[in-house]
């Protein structure tokens, strides 16, 4: 590697707007998200996926699939 052009790889805080604070390495020293994995929904269980137009069905329909 060439000297003096990579920019420092450093240790790094996130932190999330629920306040949980991670602690990785990045070239910047902090940054600011809005969701982590541990308040966004789709990792804490509390968001389903909704059929609301029958999509699954018509696709296990067509396709000759029989749901297990």
Not at 36 to 47: D, E, I, L, R, S
């Amino acid at each position: 590697m060439k000297k003096d052009i990579h920019p420092n790889y450093e240790e790094a805080t996130i932190t999330c707007a629920c306040s949980n604070v991670i602690s990785t390495r990045s070239t910047k020293k902090e940054m600011q998200v809005n969701a982590c994995a541990a308040c966004h929904p789709y990792f804490t269980g509390q968001k389903t996926m909704i059929d609301t137009e029958g999509r699954v069905d018509r696709f296990m329909k067509r396709y000759s699939i029989n749901k297990s």
